[in-house]
């Protein structure tokens, strides 16, 4: 039988309507767990799910710090233009509280490792450090940083050239090859996550934030 849908034009939608639809329904999605340095090198750690791979030569990625509320671009998205490096880090299901914690919009210069209690690892070729409790970890220098819009929620792409990938031995069988068994967890819509690892969906509802600070 032909499905009957509804059909809506995003422009006339609210914001809220326009994020429920995008963030609802393109699911599930990776989590990326950016560190940055700010051009004074204080560091700075951030969740992104609105991330993805691009393609293999060159190894690229991407994620989307969207404008802020009020316009302003995120510090994630701040550091990296003025710095064009980045690391990505994979998030499981023991790191979710920290990561969510990390998501807190502190202001610029207060230590977002301190808050969510993960631990710094010096990289290999970029300067911000990674993340030491994630088992995945891709360290980045940025190609491009696109802005799409400029109002509030306006979209950002920070494409970035993978340089170097850190993978715990554990997702790595006897011939030096992925077991292609790695069960990070992902976001669905709302508060909903999903555990790759036992199939389940549980919530985290997000740390308090002030108001105007972002939709997402
Ligand atoms: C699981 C999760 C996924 C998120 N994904 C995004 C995203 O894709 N884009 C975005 O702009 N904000 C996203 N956020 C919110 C940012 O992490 C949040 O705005 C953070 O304060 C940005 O930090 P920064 O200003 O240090 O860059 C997400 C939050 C969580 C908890």
Same mark, same amino acid.
């Not at 300067?127 to 994630?134: G, L, T, W």
């Not at 995945?136 to 696109?146: N, P």
């Not at 199939?199 to 972002?214: D, K, M, Y």
């Given at each position: 039988m032909a499905r009957q849908h509804r059909t809506f034009t995003l422009s006339e939608l609210?914001?809220?309507q326009r994020y429920d639809i995008l963030s609802g329904l393109v699911v599930p999605r990776p989590i990326g767990f950016v560190s940055t340095l700010s051009e004074k090198g204080i560091p700075n750690l951030a969740p992104f799910s609105y991330f993805m791979v691009g393609g293999i030569r060159p190894p690229s990625l991407m994620f989307c710090p969207v404008l802020n509320m009020d316009g302003q671009p995120k510090d994630s998205l701040k550091n990296v233009e003025k710095t064009?490096?980045? @690391?990505?880090?994979? @998030?499981?299901?023991?790191?979710?509280? /920290?990561?969510?914690?990390?998501?807190?919009?502190?202001?610029?210069?207060?230590?977002?490792?301190?808050?969510?209690?993960?631990?710094?690892?010096?990289?290999? @070729?970029?300067?911000?450090?990674?993340?030491?409790?994630?088992?995945?970890?891709?360290?980045?220098?940025?190609?491009?940083?696109?802005?799409? /819009?400029?109002?509030?929620?306006?979209?950002?792409?920070? @494409? /970035?050239?993978?340089?170097v990938a850190h993978v715990d031995p554990s997702l790595i069988d006897e011939h030096g090859a992925l077991t292609g068994r790695f069960e990070p967890i992902a976001r669905l819509g709302g508060k909903a996550?999903?555990?790759?690892?036992? /199939?389940?969906?549980?919530?985290?509802?997000?740390?308090?934030?002030?108001?105007?600070?972002?939709?997402d």
């Open positions: 609210k914001p809220s064009s490096e980045f @690391v990505v880090n994979l @998030v499981t299901r023991q790191m979710s509280e /920290g990561m969510n914690a990390a998501s807190y919009p502190y202001p610029e210069g207060e230590d977002e490792w301190d808050a969510s209690g993960f631990t710094m690892l010096k990289s290999q @070729v970029v300067k911000p450090p990674r993340v030491a409790e994630s088992p995945v970890q891709f360290e980045c220098r940025l190609f491009q940083a696109l802005r799409h /819009g400029d109002g509030p929620s306006a979209s950002a792409y920070v @494409v /970035g050239e993978v340089l996550y999903l555990d790759l690892a036992d /199939g389940n969906v549980f919530e985290l509802a997000r740390p308090n934030r002030p108001a105007g600070s972002s939709l």
